[in-house]
């Protein structure tokens, strides 16, 4: 029998969550949730939105499940504030997992969205509160920290590790024994090549390309492999 399940925002997000959670068929949503103070509508996606504080009404802390649909706002940290207050009130939180991902490693968290095509592989570890996007590969011996953001198709190389609440932009690709520190930004289409201390920002130049034109024999020069060693 599936589990009920109660979603924290009336937002993109939350609206993104609900139709992966239905497409799926993962929980049985019982509708929408948010503080008091930010209750701007009484239903969203037809369903009920209820005040926080009062949705003990319908909601069981002891067998329902719920899950905060913010995504990297402010490094993570509007997500993370949700998570440790509710966390610290009771409530059990659900993982949202693509049953097109493959989990080679192990998710050990709650509050966790591993959406489509990701793959995290043998020996990896991913902690709680934890996004990571479509078609991200998160390779072998990885330790991806709580509240972390991981973009869709990004590469994060083999014993790599993630510190709490940072965000891997788009594309972005880690390579092998990098340590990340906590609350970094890795721009989207970046390369990361050595470790980063906490709180460091990784960007390309925007609006920067070089365009060189070329004849059609010094193009092909351009990839070449290696003969091979025998």
């Known amino acids: 029998m599936k589990k009920n399940l109660l979603i924290f925002g009336t937002n993109t ?3 993104s969550i609900y139709r992966f959670v239905k497409d799926y068929n993962l929980f049985n949503i019982i509708g929408f949730t948010v503080d008091k103070e930010f209750q701007e509508m ?5 369903l009920p939105v209820y005040d926080l504080e009062k949705s003990n009404k319908v909601f069981n802390k002891k067998s329902d499940l719920i899950f905060i649909a913010i995504q990297w706002n402010k ?8 998570y440790v207050r509710l966390k610290e009130q009771g409530y059990r939180f659900a993982n ?5 991902s493959l989990i080679h490693g192990e998710i050990i968290g709650d509050n966790c969205w591993i959406s489509d095509y990701v793959i995290i592989d043998t020996n990896s570890i991913v902690n709680c509160n934890v996004f990571v996007k479509s078609k991200a590969y998160i390779a072998n011996d990885c330790l991806i ?5 991981i973009g869709a198709n990004s590469f994060v190389a083999g014993n790599v590790v993630i510190g709490e609440s940072s965000f891997i932009g788009i594309s972005a690709t880690i390579f092998d024994d990098v340590h990340i520190g906590k609350k970094c930004l890795i721009g989207a289409c970046t390369v990361v090549k050595r470790n980063l201390l906490d709180y460091t920002i990784v960007k390309t130049k925007s609006n920067i390309s070089a365009i060189i034109q070329s004849s059609s024999s010094e193009i092909e020069k351009k990839l070449i492999f290696s003969k091979n060693i025998r």
Request: glycine residues 0%.
């Open 13 to 15: 997000t939350a609206k």
């Open 145 to 149: 920290h709580d509240h972390c953001f």
């Open 75 to 82: 490094m993570n940290t509007d997500r993370k504030k949700v």
């Open 96 to 100: 949202i997992i693509s049953p097109f």
């Open 42 to 46: 009484d239903s969203f996606c037809e």
